[in-house]
């Protein structure tokens, strides 16, 4: 690898923490990648030890980035262990963020409860089961494997907030950045493997994207200031 790799991902790892508590798992994401991605064609020791400097580098620069973090931040997740209810309200955050990848309709930034419900209940085992399978399944470029890795390893931590006595929203729709990127692993991974050539299939992504688009810029005229925002609930 050139040089400047390991240096960039150190920098991108650094920023990624910085920028929101979920890009402490950039390190994982990276084993992730060269575990289930086969190019070079070469076993994952071999990967491993070619990309060292790598993950090295991304790890340092997490653990950088946490270092400069105020002393009286906090994820005030206690060290006693899991009871039921945390079980539950683990199960319930999950199944909140594979709601809003599924059906990101309305506007719901305060959710001053977690989801645990019956319904939310079995979304998370479903999903859950899903993204295992195509997370273990057979896959010729890995692409696959790696977005749904990727969703499962991003929202962790978003998960983990339900854990937390920092926030008073355990679950959110805006710590869904970095597991959005496994999702969109997946749809190319798809589109890829259907060979999905075509007018049809152009013109039906570039409605999708063209609608997800706007659902962004009018969300982020939500996100302008204080007003808007809460005027938007």
């Known amino acids: 690898p050139a040089w400047w790799i390991a240096p960039a991902v150190g920098a991108a790892s650094f920023l990624a923490t910085g920028a929101k508590e979920t890009g402490s798992v950039t390190p994982a994401l990276l084993v992730a990648a060269l575990a289930v991605v086969p190019s070079p064609a070469a076993p994952f020791a071999a990967r491993l030890r070619r990309g060292w400097p790598a993950l090295a580098t991304s790890v340092a620069g997490v653990l950088l980035c946490q270092s400069l973090r105020p002393a009286e931040v906090t994820t005030g997740i206690g060290r006693s262990a ?36 019956a319904g939310h209940l079995l979304l998370a085992a479903v999903g859950g089961l899903g993204l295992a399978l195509l997370a273990l399944a057979p896959d010729r470029t890995g692409g696959r494997r790696l977005g749904a890795l990727w969703f499962l390893i991003a929202v962790a931590p978003a998960v983990a907030v339900v854990l937390a006595d920092f926030s008073v929203t355990p679950v959110a729709e805006r710590r869904l950045y970095l597991g959005m990127v496994g999702i969109a692993l997946l749809a190319a991974s798809a589109l890829e493997a259907r060979r999905a050539r075509g007018v049809p299939v152009i013109a039906a992504v570039a409605v999708i994207l063209a609608t997800l688009l706007a659902t962004t810029v009018t969300r982020n005229r939500h996100w302008r200031d204080e007003l808007s925002l809460w005027s938007a609930v």
């Open 82 to 117: 899991l009871g039921w209810q945390d079980a539950v309200n683990l199960a319930g955050a999950f199944s909140y963020q594979i709601a809003r990848v599924v059906a990101p309709i309305d506007f719901a930034p305060y959710v001053p409860i977690t989801p645990t419900d």
